[in-house]
């Protein structure tokens, strides 16, 4: 069998870091919409791209407790699966995971709920697909999305074309290492069936 290699110019490789820190934060941030925790804004890095974050209001209960806290999880599992679901980069879930586990803290069966969230994350994300992409694309364009710019896309009302560029940078995104260089996140072309992500 003959070693197939993905051959990235260096341009193409930060369009494909910037495409999946985008997707990734799409994906929370379209999730905090779906469960309507209400979403402030999205962000990425102006300079480190691999930088990204969205942010939610946190309503705390007068007892303490945070209100919500299975819909909080799920606005994090959506990174998870977005990662999972288009084969993003792996090394950003780790933390999601964890603020997973901490909005669950004070759940009972917490372990079967966690399960069930990611599960309905995983769904929620490959199901709008199209609605996360074009949420994405307009990150990638504009670094920050205001929550009801954000709103208006995922629900159709502002119109974003997808350009075809990043779909097919979607389509390489399996095939790819990553590497964090001084201007951020880079994918690197390497042989097909040599993934370390
Ligand atoms: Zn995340």
Same mark, same amino acid.
């Given at each position: #069998? @003959?070693?197939?290699? =993905?051959?990235? +110019? $260096?341009? #193409?490789? !930060?369009?494909? /870091?910037? !495409? *999946?820190?985008?997707?990734? $934060?799409?994906?929370?941030?379209?999730?905090?919409?779906?469960?309507?925790?209400?979403?402030?804004?999205?962000?990425?890095?102006?300079?480190? !791209? @691999?930088?990204?974050? =969205? #942010?939610?209001?946190?309503?705390?209960? @007068?007892?303490?407790?945070?209100?919500?806290? $299975?819909?909080g999880a799920f606005v994090s599992a959506c990174g998870i699966a977005a990662a999972q679901v288009y084969h993003l980069r792996r090394g950003g879930t780790g933390h999601d995971l964890t603020k997973v586990r901490e909005w669950l803290a004070s759940i009972e069966d917490a372990d079967k709920i966690e399960r069930k969230i990611l599960w309905k994350a995983r769904t929620f994300v490959a199901k709008h697909?199209?609605?996360?992409?074009?949420?994405?694309?307009?990150?990638?364009?504009?670094?920050?999305?205001?929550?009801?710019?954000?709103?208006?896309?995922?629900? /159709?009302? $502002?119109?974003?074309?997808?350009?075809?560029?990043?779909? +097919?940078?979607?389509? #390489?995104?399996?095939?790819?290492?990553?590497?964090?260089? +001084? =201007?951020?996140?880079?994918?690197?072309?390497?042989?097909?069936?040599? @993934?370390? *992500?």
């Open positions: #069998m @003959s070693k197939s290699k =993905v051959e990235l +110019d $260096e341009e #193409m490789g !930060i369009y494909l /870091g910037q !495409i *999946n820190t985008c997707i990734h $934060e799409a994906a929370h941030g379209c999730g905090a919409l779906h469960v309507g925790v209400g979403l402030q804004y999205i962000e990425i890095g102006l300079d480190d !791209i @691999s930088f990204g974050r =969205v #942010m939610t209001p946190t309503q705390i209960l @007068s007892d303490g407790r945070i209100a919500y806290p $299975e819909r697909k199209s609605r996360i992409f074009k949420v994405a694309h307009a990150l990638q364009d504009q670094r920050r999305l205001d929550g009801q710019t954000t709103d208006r896309i995922f629900r /159709g009302t $502002e119109e974003v074309i997808v350009p075809r560029r990043f779909l +097919d940078a979607v389509g #390489m995104m399996q095939s790819v290492r990553w590497v964090d260089t +001084d =201007v951020g996140l880079r994918a690197f072309k390497y042989p097909v069936g040599d @993934s370390t *992500n």
